[in-house]
């Protein structure tokens, strides 16, 4: 049974940063993406970014540049970068593991505000 851990998150201002990390325990496959997706209140659930072992990462078209996605691969975690942020970026954040029975975080919040 996977099972992921999500660290970091909270408040900032607009043009803060912060970093989101996630650890999986359990049977973790290198060729299975990890990454992150988020919801804001009243919103459908989005891809923030993914990325595959030894592969390339995808980003949402909102944050590319800003965000960055990195995973090690030996430890099964996966952290998030947020650079640059925006009001927008609010939402709750959840990691995930997976394509097919996508395994979810609990979520962390991110708050974006002056």
């Known amino acids: 049974q996977v099972q992921l851990t999500e660290s970091g998150g909270g408040s900032v201002q607009p043009g803060g940063s912060l970093r989101l990390s996630c650890e999986a325990s359990?049977?973790?496959?290198?060729?299975?993406?990890m990454g992150w997706y988020r919801q804001a209140p009243g919103n459908e659930r989005e891809l923030v970014a993914g990325?595959?072992?030894?592969?390339?990462?995808t980003y949402a078209d909102s944050v590319k540049g800003r965000f960055t996605i990195t995973r090690d691969c030996a430890k099964n975690t996966v952290s998030l970068h947020m650079n640059s942020l925006k009001p927008e970026d609010t939402a709750v954040y959840y990691c995930?593991?997976?394509?097919?029975?996508?395994?979810w975080g609990k979520g962390t919040q991110v708050t974006v505000s002056s």
């Open positions: 359990g049977s973790i496959f290198t060729f299975d993406p």
């Open positions: 995930y593991y997976g394509t097919i029975g996508t395994k």
């Open positions: 990325l595959r072992c030894g592969g390339s990462p």
